[in-house]
């Protein structure tokens, strides 16, 4: 295994190894970037065949690429997928000809507003086959007669997906999801693999509370493939986030669960607005990334979003654009530091029982205040102790108590150790 480091230049540098190949629903571009991401923390991959029901879904025929170019008469490639795995429309069926350029019009994708940028396009459950290229690019095109090649193949074969869990104190699970179907696009999705990775192995270093079971997977088929494959399990998953878009320099974004309420919504707010960090808090919408699944009626868990600019709200989403350059490795960073800091909240939240809850119990004889002594913020652990064993009611989190006092959560968290070490408090 990778040594564990947070360092935000060493996700940057995995999202560098991962960044060339090409990746899409199925195919060896995931299994690729599994066997990288295994280097840094062990996974149990999956292969679930072609033809498999889960839930109102198939899994898809597998697709894999081997070439792809656009050559003119003299031979010349004017649209290579050697040079980046964007210039091929993910999962084209196989083509070998040779048309006028009026013809191959028909099967090539620019984007006119952004002339020198390459566009990601795909045609997923619809068999089509087509090329993406830099509007400016075409513009130069003479007319004339092209050769067109796209050495592919879709056939019966799996979809790969792969899970890392850290083992809690607990069975309870909290689910990690990122998508790993997208080819070069830095910030979506590679940065989100970066942070789950690093995550990953920062919570190993640890003894969570929680289960956390991290999810890589091909986006809305392999979080479908996953629920349905793990429907026994699905009452133990308490709590959820999914990483995106992780990586660029707009400020932090979470998108909330379904419920809105859910505890993981609460603490993502918590955190960010405790932390001062520039950020927003966006409603749920059925529209997005694998939270849309998870949150569904039928499965309703309680899971939000991370990312920094949202998908879909940046010029650079979804092209070529979307390089190693619109990564940032203190951004990473801060992705991964705001994770920690959230789950290290969620892991300490629980509720409690006061013992003594006929009146306010002594303190001073059980050495509470004494413990206190010298401390520049005595008077604040000291109400921290007060709140907790007037909320500690079986029904208020420490969430709930840190909120309602506006206390430190780490304050009112160190007063009910205190006070569960003391016997006065059971969780």
Known sequence: MAPMTSSGEEMHALVERLYPLCRSITGDGVRATLEIVDEYVPLQVHEVPTGTQVLDWTVPQEWNIRDAYIADTAGNRVVDFAASSLHVLGYSVPVSATMPLAELRGHL????????????????????????????????????????L??????????????????????????????????SLANDNLAGIAVATFL?????????????????????????????RNAERIERVKHGLVLACAGDSGRLTYKQSRRGDAEIDRVMRHVLLASERPHQVAKFTPYGYDERQFCSPGFDLGVGSLSRTPYASYPEYHTSADNLDFVFPDAMEDTLAVCREAFALLDRNRRYLNLSPYGEPQLGRRGLYDSLGGRSDAKQAQMAMLWVLSLSDGEHSLLDVAERSGLPFDTVAAAADALHGAGLIKA
């Open 109 to 148: 994708h620019t984007l006119p507003d952004h002339p020198a940028w390459v566009p990601y396009r795909t045609s997923y459950y619809q068999p089509e086959w087509g090329f993406c290229l830099a509007q400016e690019t075409l513009d130069a095109l003479p007319d004339g007669d092209y050769e067109v």
């Open 150 to 183: 796209i050495d592919s193949t879709l056939t019966d074969g799996h979809l790969t997906y792969a899970e890392h869990v850290v083992p809690g104190q607990v069975p309870d699970e909290v689910i990690v999801s990122c998508h790993v179907c997208h080819p």
């Open 200 to 228: 990953a192995q920062a919570l190993a270093e640890e003894t969570p509370w929680y289960t956390y079971r991290f999810l890589f997977a091909p986006g809305t088929i392999g979080a479908i493939t996953w629920l349905a």
